[in-house]
Nanobody
Framework: QVQLVESGGGLVQPGGSLRLSCAASGFTFSSYAMGWYRQAPGKEREPVAAITSGGSTDYLDSVKGRFTISRDNAKNTLYLQMSSLKPEDTAVYYC???????WGQGTQVTVSS
């Protein structure tokens, strides 16, 4: 069965960095576009970054230049490198394979001094 397991969240000060990882299993990871989403308290879930099977990327405007999505197909792992973090980046971050509607359990990112 398809499984997506996120890790790497935590508490970080404004201006800091974090790298999120998503370990995928149960499908041919290299064949699918993948994405990161986030949901802040009281807000709807929003797409943050996406990467196609060929490596093309797309980003939410507010994270462009600060976040980088990447994938390691040999390790079946999706990454989100987050830099220059702001308090408004605080949310639960989810890894997803949109085709089929598969989601991880989420990892909390809190940006606060």
């Amino acid at each position: 069965q398809v499984q997506l397991v996120e890790s790497g969240g935590g508490l970080v000060q404004p201006g800091g960095s974090l790298r999120l990882s998503c370990a995928a299993s149960g499908f041919t990871f290299s064949s699918y576009a993948m994405g990161w989403y986030r949901q802040a308290p009281g807000k709807e879930r929003e797409p943050v970054a996406a990467i196609t099977s060929g490596g093309s990327t797309d980003y939410l405007d507010s994270v462009k230049g600060r976040f980088t999505i990447s994938r390691d197909n040999a390790k079946n792992t999706l990454y989100l490198q987050m830099s220059s973090l702001k308090p408004e980046d605080t949310a639960v971050y989810y890894c997803a394979r949109r085709i089929g509607g598969y989601w991880g359990q989420g990892t909390q990112v809190t940006v606060s001094s």
